[in-house]
């Protein structure tokens, strides 16, 4: 049997932690709320209902992930003294030649998609919020154990069973994706 799985990558679907001390001050703070007064600043995030990211997700705190489409931060929300829910907030960077529209139907059309999907190999997506500034931030689910690039990278190489067992997972949510009409 393989000494990893993809499940030791995304550990549980519950990503609640045990907090020794209190959060550190976030790095910035999302306010939902379709508000449109001028007190708004300029990371408020329009949303129909009133509670603010705050509220439901935490603070983002510091950077977990780089990409071609943005960067992704781990968001820290507290349940009481001792424990935490985690979740990943990925900030998208709009193509420069990419007009508004396009933008915003390019990111709820993926959006719709990926949260649609509902299958233990894929991460779930939970929310997706636009700021004032036009800016989208999706709310997924933190997966502590990193991704398998990452893991394969630290490792060196994998054993035949390990790379089998990735293979059959992936193959398996791929299926499951087919199956769902993403190509």
Not at 48 to 65: A, L, P, R, V
Request: hydrophobic share 30%; net charge negative.
């Amino acid at each position: 049997f393989p000494t990893r799985r993809s499940s030791d990558l995304k550990n549980s679907k519950d990503s609640t932690h045990h907090v020794n001390s209190p959060s550190q001050q976030p790095k910035f703070d999302l306010t939902l709320g379709g508000s449109n007064s001028e007190e708004s600043n300029e990371n408020t995030i329009t949303s129909s209902n009133q509670e603010s990211f705050f509220e439901k997700y935490g603070n983002c705190q510091e950077i977990i992930g780089r990409g071609t489409f943005g960067i992704i931060r781990l968001s820290h929300k507290k349940i009481n003294h001792k424990e935490e829910k985690l979740f990943a907030v990925k900030e998208f960077t709009r193509n420069a030649n990419e007009s508004d529209g396009k933008y915003s139907k390019r990111l709820t059309y993926e959006f719709c998609i990926s949260s649609s999907l509902k299958h233990e190999s894929i991460i779930n997506a939970f929310d997706l919020f636009k700021d004032s500034k036009g800016d989208y931030y999706e709310v997924m689910e933190y997966c502590s154990g990193g991704d398998l690039y990452s893991l394969i990278v630290a490792a060196g190489k994998l054993e035949y069973s390990e790379a089998d067992c990735f293979f059959k997972q992936i193959m398996r949510a791929v299926h499951y994706m087919h199956e769902m009409g993403v190509s």
